[in-house]
């Protein structure tokens, strides 16, 4: 039987993704929308961030301060590059691709590490198994096979390299994130999503996906 603060877990993650991908149909309806969630984001990322190099540089105030001022740049590119390249229609089709190709990633190492569990993937991440990593990369590939597919009506080999790639990439992210919540002994970034953890326990993995995987896309095609 599953206990009963597992299964409350799991139903709070469900309602809070089922918003977060409300929000998304809003984003990709209204710039202006994706503008002030791109900002809410950027900015709770950034605060959380925050938290996680305090604990982490306690003695360090410069190079927390480095790594801080780092992020925020970062965070800022992202944002910017984001909301400029959405106001062109073909690109904007492209940046949510591979989005939702990052959201395919996450699920697929949710559903195959709890249905099939297996080895660890890294002592980084407790959490993390092999067959979630390979599930990560099914899902990755599937995500933006179908949605390529539902556009031109084609389907390209090359695709699935790109999914893959991306898919590499939010992983990588993922554990980037989870070193740092390691060293800081925190178990989330935040508390501010509902069976998610904090705005940066939901966006590591995109922060480098979605940059490598357009990025990738634009060198195949």
């Known amino acids: 039987m ?3 603060d ?33 900002m809410l984001t ?10 996680i190099t305090s604990r982490i540089f306690k003695k360090n105030k410069i190079r927390q301060l480095s790594f801080n001022i780092i992020f925020i740049i970062y965070i ?13 229609l073909h690109l904007k089709m492209l940046i949510f691709i591979i989005l939702l190709t990052c959201v395919g990633s996450d699920i697929g190492g949710f559903v195959f590490g709890k249905i099939l569990k297996g080895p660890k993937l890294t002592k980084i991440s ?22 390529i597919y539902y ?9 699935i390299i790109i999914g893959c790639i991306t898919s590499i990439a939010c992983q990588l992210g993922d ?7 390691r060293k800081s ?3 989330d970034s935040g508390n501010f999503l509902p069976g998610h953890g904090g705005i940066l326990d939901r966006v590591d993995g995109i922060l480098l996906g979605m940059p490598v995987g357009f990025l990738t896309f634009l060198i195949f095609y």
Do not use: W
Request: glycine share 4%; proline share 3%.
């Open 175 to 181: 554990l980037f994130f989870s070193f740092l919540k």
């Open 151 to 159: 556009l031109t009506k084609s389907v390209d080999p090359f695709i």
């Open 6 to 38: 597992m299964l409350k877990g799991f139903q709070k993650r469900i309602y809070t993704s089922i918003i977060l991908l409300l929000l998304l149909i809003l984003m990709i309806a209204d710039n202006h929308i994706m503008a002030f969630f791109l």
């Open 42 to 51: 950027g900015i709770f990322s950034i605060l959380e961030f925050f938290k």
């Open 126 to 147: 407790p959490n993390k198994t092999i067959s979630g990593a390979i599930g990560s990369l099914i899902f990755s590939s599937l995500f933006m096979l179908i949605m």
């Open 76 to 88: 800022f590119c992202f944002c910017t590059y984001f909301l400029t390249l959405s106001s062109f």
């Open 2 to 4: 599953v206990p009963f």
């Open 185 to 187: 002994f925190l178990k």
